[in-house]
């Protein structure tokens, strides 16, 4: 029988986040609800895209700690760790695609491809905050405040959005959940 450890998690965390990450693309197209428009994208923006991440590894990551908790493994700073990898994520896909994007344009094979390497490296950058020394509570209290003011963010701009090519959903011609543009 194989024992499990931090960094097997961690590889096995890879393949999970992606599931997430496809499931959540579909669920408010499945459900359209108040909740799932909170949580999962509205729309085919760049920027509702960020939801896929932000949430998969937050999502995960709550299901990862019990896991862990069950086989009594022994890690640190779990909420700095969503905090860090659920923000960084977002900033390092970013960083990487929008420059790719403005020189090419939306090619899915990039934006799959980026989310593979981005959810390797946040595996990565997890397993070395899990496994470092307790940096104590105010980096917990800190990371929950993080991580609540990127909900409220993502809930606000999916119904404020930002008049800016991220936001902005060009299949369907419009910003956020449901603000049209009008054809000027």
């Known amino acids: ?84 990898t659920s923000y960084s994520s977002i900033i390092i896909y970013l960083a990487i695609f929008l420059p790719i994007y403005n020189i090419i344009g939306e090619n899915m094979i990039v934006s799959i491809s980026l989310l593979v390497v981005v959810i390797i490296l946040e595996s990565i950058i997890s397993y070395y905050i899990l496994n470092y020394r307790n940096l104590g509570s105010i980096y917990n209290i800190i990371s929950v405040v993080m991580l609540i003011i990127g909900y409220i963010g993502f809930v606000y701009l999916t119904y404020k959005p930002i008049r800016n090519y991220i936001f902005y959903d060009k299949l369907e011609n419009k910003y956020g959940i449901d603000i049209y543009v009008l054809d000027e």
């Open 1 to 84: 029988m194989m024992t499990m450890n931090i960094k097997k998690i961690k590889i096995i965390s890879v393949f999970f986040i992606l599931g997430l990450t496809i499931l959540f693309h579909f669920l408010y197209d499945w459900w359209p609800n108040v909740i799932f428009s909170t949580l999962f994208p509205v729309n085919e923006s760049i920027w509702e895209h960020m939801k896929l991440l932000y949430f998969g590894i937050i999502i995960y990551g709550i299901v990862e700690y019990f896991i862990m908790k069950k086989l009594n493994l022994v890690f640190n700073n779990f909420l700095l760790n969503l905090f860090i």
